[in-house]
């Protein structure tokens, strides 16, 4: 399969979600959920956040994608995500999994075990650390940030793909998108200040759902998902910023641009390079 990807293929996913409005079933954490939802409402899904054990399999059941985000844990949740995550294999629609604070206790990464043993995620996306974490890398995450950068976590992501055979994220300064098919995407777009709103990272995982969704290529739904929120967070910073204003109205703006966010400026703003390795 080629690596090679255009602003415009990306684009055409841009639309597919808005027109499509696949319904994503989230099993995510209590700090992210509204602004989850909100960003997937914005880029035109449809959201559910659902973890009720007497509903989380017929949840699977209608939905076009789940995403799981181990932030807030407990066993309850965990028993949830892996019902979710069996159904998902069941019924064959991908999996999104965000390994949050992946490496802090050994809780989490017992957890992230568990889920790991019922199936392979279609899609791993996590900050450097994080990946590290789940590859077996001998490294301590700092809470639920990065301890290291995405630079680092290159070799683990690869090994990682080689684990799950499926795609996998590490987000940063520089995101970067491995699949089974040696494929690499580098993303520079966004802006710093993104890092300073609770819930990006995990709303990255919850937008590469929508798009696997409407793209069965899963290496280009993760693309196109990392593209649309880089190019939207760096457009939202410069006008809050020309405004004078802060990271609290960023967090606005974002789901704005999401919203409104138009192909010229899309295509015009995108920082995308495409390899195999």
């Known amino acids: 399969m080629t690596p090679n990807l255009s602003a415009a293929d990306l684009w055409s996913d841009v639309v597919a979600v808005r027109e499509r409005s696949p319904l ?42 789940l995403v799981l985000n181990i932030g807030t844990l407990d066993p309850y949740w965990v028993e949830s995500m892996k019902l979710a995550l069996a159904a998902a294999a069941q019924r064959g629609i991908p999996s999104v999994l965000d390994p949050v604070g992946a490496g802090a206790t050994p809780y989490r990464n017992q957890a992230l075990e568990a889920l790991l043993a019922i199936a ?59 699949d089974n098919h040696k494929r690499w995407a580098r993303l520079s777009n966004g802006h710093s200040w993104m890092t300073r709103i609770t819930g990006v990272g995990c709303s990255a995982t919850a937008l590469i759902g929508a798009f696997c969704a409407v793209q069965p290529d899963a290496w280009r739904a993760t693309t196109a998902a990392m593209a649309l929120l880089g190019v939207a967070g760096e457009v939202a910073a410069e006008k809050v910023q020309g405004r004078g204003l802060g990271v609290g109205s960023l967090a606005v703006s974002l789901i704005d641009e999401l919203q409104l966010l138009e192909q010229p400026t899309f295509e015009k703003r995108l920082k995308l390079q495409s390899q195999t390795w």
């Open 24 to 65: 994503v079933h989230c099993i995510t954490n209590l700090v992210v959920i509204n602004l989850n939802a909100n960003v997937l409402l914005a880029a035109g899904a449809s959201p559910v956040m659902a973890h009720a054990h007497e509903e989380v399999r017929e949840m699977v059941e209608i939905a076009q994608a």
């Open 120 to 178: 392979s995620p279609t899609v791993i996306r996590g900050n450097g650390s994080e990946i590290m974490s789940v590859a077996g890398a001998a490294v301590k995450t700092r809470g639920v940030d990065s301890s290291a950068p995405a630079t680092d976590a290159l070799g683990a992501a690869q090994r990682l793909v080689g684990r799950t055979a499926g795609t996998v994220c590490v987000s940063g300064e520089i995101d970067h998108v491995f």
